[in-house]
């Protein structure tokens, strides 16, 4: 691994760097040499940063080139104007005529910048685009390639204004500007669930475009995100110094650190955060421009200093304040009044230096806003009583004159009264009255505190006690609040027919209604079809039937009464938070999924607490002295140290030793939160069934060759199919002991945890794989299972299970034949789809299908990997940004994609119906090291498998695959 630089030598860096720009190009390397006599780690660093400036000279000397294309034709396109450049691409104004008139934007790569590496991006860039269909985001609408074989693509022209230039033009209020902003929030959402960060949000890039009928803003030049299905790095700010002085004022602190990591999506929501600060203030949170400072001191700005409030800049400028407030269309007072409070608040929340402190999302970020705009709390201010007071008499003004009044008598009378008693006593009054704020409130942060209280093990039985109590005090008040609701709702007015109809309409499953009424006219049509069989003529009747009468509770749910009608706008109000607090004590309670159900699981918590809480005191009781599951420890811990010696291992709660795989030699351990443990068939193999869950096999770690190479087939892994730049070089890893499931996790085993099957195959056996799931929805479910990810060297040593050729089976595809659920012709797996898991051969470190029938997510992201290991230690760099990689192939794939070395990657956000996973865990307790002649293990799988090949006296024997199965 490179080392990390001190603060001193990364300051030195930047000094030295600044030298470096001044010199001509033929001095640079003396300088280097000169400078950094004995620190390798620096000069790597100058060299790269020095990269990166040649390349800009690069792209001056390809300024004339650039300048013929203007008049030229691109396919059915002729460019007119050129709008602008990026690192590696010009975007052009070009006019389309065939099959369509029309004006466009078209992007190519820029002469000079064609090298495999920025063509790969560049396309990885277009396809990421074309995945994005929003209103708020430029479209795509073709691509292709010059006649010199370079590849462009065409979007959208966006003609108009900058957001902040647009705002100011048309002297939008405070609210106009924020709904343009929350447009803009939406479209940024959509690119991040499509895995894209935009990492360059700036007014310039969001434009407004007003053509005969609302303003409409439109996020363009996803330039800098250009390989979010590949190589997805920070370090690409620094290709060219202009990007980083272009960007400076917009940039987040991890964008601004040179040597920092990965940026994620969080980093388009600090720019965001900078675009609301300008457009709510007419300023920018810091004033680069102005002070002309250096741009390693701009730099350390933003990753150090924090900003004001826009408020507060506001008042410091008081030349400005006024101009401003007039482009708001108002005076300097109220604009003053607007900003101080919410809007500081969440300007400030969205520019934490810290990403973890910032919104999570830009959903939540534009929630904040939306709370906001209706005077609801936010989630960037403390949420104190009287906050929440202030909001509650926002809403509801009448409310106002009567808690007034109350508190008003109450102090009047505690004045006159030493005792204070009526002052007490209306204090109790005004807080009973807000009690349904503070539990909506107190709800809210419950469902957030379960969401953190997994796995469910003996350590959290505290915490899930306490918020147990929590719960169901709130839950104690449900009577109560729902007999409140119903006493003011008959003091409603009547019905009218017009609200019975505006009910029904807006009711959010209408559309639910309409379209299961077709589906089920279809379905009626279809009985009386002569073609169909008999056992669809009996079958689909009884299913429609069952459908009728799911449409029957549907239309009884939307004749339900939704509007109500006061002559108090203090009863109206009171009844809104009285209805949404009933509802959501009542999910609370469910017995099939809420939170405080017995035994409830939901799509959205998972386990209920109480189930969570079961679970970890059984843990508690089989784990502890006399306990089945310790009893099962004691006696198995001697024979597994006896296998692993070097490797401290105690009891894994949560774990139960099942024995050593009497091929592979190695210990199995069932995970008892996802199921049953198996049994063993007569053949020795553990059967899986619907119930059985996850399997781990305790591998020994130790040294091996990480990697593959095509280029000398007498050197270390060769495969003439690897991809060097990608899979090599091939390089030595030591890995400690850890954990590996046997199988891919199962449909079965993931609705036990996640609630639902999101899986496109759900007809087959619950036994198959799950799939269709994003690395992200895998990380929630790892999370409540206390598992994780395997990274990629953990999951390239358990696939190879000793051997150095391309598959375990050998180093011809051949190999594979029988062995493994593959795509293509000629290997027997007999699969059209994916099979079950455990169906075909076992690795000499007993895993099943790690070759073929689903693709498996990996912890490490794309831009991680590079000098991610080293040979004396496991993983050094945590993971960031979007991208994330997938190994082993699938049913869909060829051998080459099953190699144990190939890798393919996709956004973090990603699904697809052959993607899915195999977890893994850390070795709890001390810290440990590979097995004490791991590596000579290895070799005893082999010897053993070599034993029963050649059907050694006493060796195992095992009848070969047959049709694709066992």
């Known amino acids: 691994m490179t080392p990390r630089l001190s603060p001193a030598e990364r300051q030195r860096l930047e000094t030295l760097f600044e030298r470096l720009a001044d010199l001509a190009p033929s001095e640079r390397a003396a300088f280097i040499d000169r400078e950094c006599p004995g620190n390798d780690a620096l000069r790597r660093e100058l060299e790269w940063l020095l990269a990166g400036l040649e390349s800009e000279d690069l792209l001056g ?12 034709e691109v396919g059915p396109y002729r460019l007119v104007e050129k709008l602008g450049e990026g690192g590696m691409g010009e975007v052009y104004a070009a006019e389309q005529s065939d099959p369509v008139v029309r004006r466009v934007a078209l992007k190519v790569i820029k002469p000079g910048m064609d090298s495999a590496q920025v ?52 002297r939008l209020s405070m609210r106009e500007r924020l709904e ?20 360059d949000l700036k007014p310039s890039n969001l434009l407004v475009t007003q053509q005969n009928g609302p303003a409409v803003p439109k996020i363009i030049d996803f330039g800098v995100a250009r390989a979010t299905t590949g190589r997805l790095s920070a370090r690409t700010l620094f290709t060219t110094v202009g990007q980083v002085v272009g960007t400076l004022d917009y940039m987040s602190p ?115 806003v939306r709370r906001h705009l209706a005077h609801e709390p936010v989630l960037a201010a ?44 209306a204090s109790a009054r005004v807080a009973e009255a807000l009690r349904p704020q503070a539990d909506a409130h107190e709800l809210v942060l419950l469902e957030r505190e379960a969401d953190r209280l997994w796995p469910p093990h003996p350590d959290l039985i505290p915490a899930l006690d306490a918020w147990l109590e929590r719960a169901r005090a709130l839950a104690s008040r449900l009577a109560n609040y729902r007999q409140e609701r119903d006493q003011l709702r008959s003091r409603a007015k009547g019905w009218t027919e017009a609200e ?124 502890a002295e006399g306990g089945e599951a310790r009893a099962a420890w004691d006696a198995a811990l001697p024979s597994i140290r006896a296998t692993y010696p070097g490797v401290e291992l105690e009891p894994q709660v949560g774990l139960l030793p099942l024995r050593a795989d009497p091929e592979s030699g190695l210990w199995e351990f069932a995970h008892l939160q996802t199921g049953e443990p198996p049994l063993r068939g007569a053949d020795g193999e553990l059967v899986v069934d619907a119930a059985t869950g996850l399997v781990l096999v ?78 992200l929805d895998c990380d929630d479910a790892l999370f409540r299972l206390g598992l994780s990810f395997p990274t990629e060297a953990q999951w390239e040593f358990g696939a190879r299970g000793g051997r150095d050729s391309p598959w375990w089976t050998g180093a011809d ?94 956004s973090a956000a990603f699904t697809d119906s052959d993607l899915g996973l195999r977890p893994a865990k850390e070795i709890s307790g001390p810290a440990q090291g590979p097995a004490t002649g791991s590596d000579e293990l290895a070799t005893s799988n082999l010897r053993r498998e070599l034993e029963a090949v050649l059907g050694r006296e006493g060796a195992p024997t095992r009848e070969p695959p047959h049709s694709g199965g066992r």
């Open 500 to 623: 019975q109809a505006a009910d029904r309409a807006t009711h959010p499953r209408a559309a639910e209604l309409r379209e299961k009424r077709a589906e089920l006219s279809i379905w009626i049509k279809e009985l009386g079809s002569p073609q169909r069989n008999a056992d669809w003529l009996t079958d689909r009747p009884r299913e429609a039937l069952a459908r009728l009468e799911e449409l029957d509770s549907l239309e009884e749910e939307l004749g339900n009464r939704r509007t109500w009608t006061f002559d108090s706008d203090l009863e109206r109000s009171r009844l809104k938070v009285l209805s949404d607090l009933v509802v959501a004590l009542e999910e609370l309670t469910d017995e099939e999924t809420g939170l405080l159900g017995a035994q409830a699981l939901s799509v959205t918590h998972g386990w209920s607490v109480p189930h969570r809480l079961e679970f970890a005191r059984e843990l508690e009781a089989t784990f």
């Open 698 to 775: 305790l591998l020994p770690g130790g040294r091996f060759v990480m990697g593959a190479q095509s280029n000398d087939p007498t050197g270390p892994n060769f495969d003439s199919d690897a991809r060097t730049e990608d899979e090599g070089p091939p390089h030595p890893v030591r890995l400690s002991a850890f954990f590996l499931s046997k199988y891919e996790m199962t449909q079965a085993q993931w609705e036990r945890t996640m609630g639902k099957n999101p899986s496109f195959y759900t007809w087959f056996s619950p036994t198959h794989p799950v799939e269709s799931v994003s690395w």
């Open 382 to 425: 403390r949420p104190g009583t009287l906050y929440r007071l202030r909001k509650f008499v926002l809403r509801n003004r009448t409310a106002v004159v009567a808690a007034t009044v109350l508190a008003g008598a109450a102090l009047t009378a505690a004045y006159g009264i030493a005792s204070g008693k009526l002052e007490a006593e």
């Open 61 to 72: 000397r390809a300024q004339v080139a650039l300048a013929s294309r203007i008049g030229t």
């Open 180 to 199: 343009l902003f929350l447009a803009i929030c939406d479209g940024v959402q959509h690119a991040h669930q499509k895995g894209i960060i935009h990492r």
């Open 813 to 906: 595809a051949e190999t594979l034949r029988g062995t493994a659920n593959l795509g293509g012709p000629g290997l027997e797996d007999t699969h059209q789809y994916h099979a079950p898991v455990g169906e075909y051969a076992t690795n000499p470190f007993g895993l099943k299908g790690v070759h073929g029938n689903v693709r498996e997510w990996i912890l490490d992201g794309w831009s991680h990997r590079i000098h991610a290991y080293e040979e004396t230690t496991d993983l050094l760099v945590p993971p960031a940004g979007p991208t994330r990689i997938t190994r082993g192939g699938s049913w869909k794939h060829g051998a080459s994609v099953a190699r144990a070395s190939s890798l393919t990657t996709h």
């Open 254 to 368: 991890e964008q601004a650190d040179p040597m920092g990591l990965d940026v994620d999506t969080r980093s388009d929501i600090y720019s965001l955060g900078v675009v609301l600060y300008q457009l709510a203030s007419g300023l920018l949170p810091f004033d680069h421009a102005s002070t002309a400072r250096r741009l390693s001191e701009v730099q350390r700005t933003i990753r150090e200093v924090d900003p004001p409030t826009p408020s507060t800049r506001l008042r410091r400028q008081t030349e400005t304040a006024s101009a401003v407030a007039r482009l708001h269309g108002t005076d300097e007072r109220a604009l003053l009044r607007e900003l101080t409070g919410d809007l500081d608040w969440i300007c400030l929340k969205a520019l934490e230096k810290d990403p973890a402190r910032r919104y999570a999302s830009a959903d939540e970020f534009a929630g904040d």
């Open 119 to 170: 063509i790969a991006r560049f396309e990885s860039e277009r396809q990421a685009l074309a995945r994005m269909t929003h209103p708020n985001i430029a479209m795509v609408l073709d691509a292709g390639a010059t006649t010199e074989g370079l590849p462009y693509f065409v979007m959208e022209l966006v003609e108009g204004q900058p957001i902040n230039e647009h705002c100011d033009r048309q």
